[in-house]
């Protein structure tokens, strides 16, 4: 399923990082640091696709040279925790082909050059040969400075400043969603990307009906796993898959990732059943089925989604009811092992309910009891009485 994700950071003196490195790492190039006096080499690193650079049209010849460009965006900051560089980190969706992905992010970051002025250098990984293979992802690093005839200029101080810089990001973000939906769209994908908030997409899925949406929507934002835990989660999962088990997370942060993970998984099951049973439904009325036959046929078309998936090595003989109870940590059986009996185990929907309906008829009882404890009703009671009996003496009884 393709998702949106697209952050901005900073590479800042301050924190020892300089333009040069991480040019050189994004690009997997040897760049010498002319500033530091240091050599950063990455041309053994792997899983760069693409890289190239897009300036302003009258830039000079040499802001295409990689070293030069980023050697004369250090040379231009003279504090020493002067921001030298801007990265832009942005997800790539993996339904579309590695020549799309490229042209939506040179789309991108022509953008970036018409709307600030700046330098743009642009490298794209491919996923990591361990981690998920959906996880295409650009890195797109832009000088903080515009870039004339004559070099670098001035400070982007649009971006930089409070009042603006929220606002030309969630700018640029959407742009960057619509070129995602577009691709998507040219290759025949019905998923879509949507840049907004998770309470934002809630509130539109609402007012449009889509309850189950909605309900998939209303979680908090997913947990950064972080360096540290995301090497410690991938050797857990190269550990699981040379035992031949599945993998279970190793950490804190990892298993709330992971759960959510599975959770999102169950509810986008739940809503491409309901979908597929709407559509059934709907081409059965249309080629004349009555209600009850339309009906049992989209259920049928929901229920038949999980026969593909029995044949398959990845999902073996597991139905929706093992992966609902693992999403939420408990074994399936688990519940009919502490009963008395198997049959109790698995008691019914009916069941359960003419327990509940019990529990409440039970519960009136013990109510209507104390009403009629209750001094103050005994004495309406009384009086009731009394009026009923005045009524009969005067022949107005029924």
Same mark, same amino acid.
């Given at each position: 399923m393709a998702s949106y994700h697209l952050s901005v950071k900073t590479i800042k003196r301050s924190a020892g990082r300089s333009a040069t490195a991480a040019a050189a790492y994004r690009s997997g190039e040897r760049i010498n640091c002319q500033r530091e006096g240091r050599v950063h080499d990455y041309t053994a690193k792997q899983g760069i696709e693409d890289s190239f650079i897009v300036a302003p049209e009258h830039a000079p010849a040499w802001a295409q040279d990689r070293a030069a460009l980023w050697n004369a965006a250090e040379a231009r900051e003279t504090r020493k925790n002067s921001v030298t560089a801007r990265e832009w980190e942005l997800a790539l969706p993996s339904e579309i082909g590695a020549e799309e992905r490229a042209e939506i992010t040179r789309v991108f970051a022509e953008q970036l050059v018409e709307r600030y002025g700046v330098a743009v250098d642009v490298a794209i990984h491919a996923p990591h040969r361990e981690g998920d293979q959906r996880n295409h992802h650009a890195h797109v690093l832009t000088s903080t400075r515009a870039l004339g005839a004559e070099g670098f200029t001035d400070k982007t101080r649009v971006l930089d400043a409070a009042k603006t810089g929220g606002i030309e990001i969630e700018a640029m973000r959407e742009t960057w969603a619509e070129l995602q939906n577009r691709a998507l769209e040219r290759v025949g994908e019905r998923e879509r990307v949507d840049h907004r908030s998770l309470d934002a997409q809630r509130e539109s899925a609402l007012e449009r009906g889509d309850a189950l949406s909605a309900e998939e929507l209303d979680r908090a934002p997913e947990v950064k796993l972080g360096p540290a835990a995301n090497a410690m989660e991938r050797r857990a999962m190269r550990e699981a898959v040379a035992e031949g088990r599945e993998y279970a997370p190793v950490t804190e942060r990892g298993r709330a990732v992971h759960g959510a993970r599975q959770a999102r998984a169950m509810v986008r099951e739940l809503r491409e059943r309901v979908d597929l049973a709407r559509e059934t439904y709907g081409a059965e009325r249309e080629a004349g089925q009555g209600r009850v036959s339309a009906g =049992? /046929? /989209? =259920?049928? +078309? +929901? /229920?038949? !989604?999980? @026969? &593909?998936?029995?044949?398959?090595?990845? $999902?073996?003989?597991?139905?929706?009811?093992?992966?609902?109870?693992?999403?939420?940590?408990? #074994?399936?059986? #688990? #519940? /009919?092992? #502490? @009963?008395?009996?198997? +049959? $109790? &185990? @698995?008691?019914?929907? !009916?069941d359960r309910l003419g327990a509940i309906l019990d529990r409440s008829k039970h519960v009136q009882v013990e109510r209507d009891s104390e009403l009629e404890r209750d001094p103050e009703n005994e004495r309406e009671e009384h009086e009731k009485d009394q009026h009923r009996e005045r009524d009969r003496g005067e022949g107005w009884s029924l």
């Open positions: =049992l /046929a /989209a =259920l049928r +078309a +929901a /229920a038949e !989604k999980d @026969r &593909g998936r029995e044949d398959s090595p990845e $999902q073996g003989h597991e139905d929706i009811r093992e992966r609902l109870s693992r999403v939420v940590g408990r #074994e399936v059986g #688990e #519940e /009919a092992s #502490e @009963r008395d009996t198997p +049959a $109790q &185990g @698995r008691e019914s929907v !009916k």
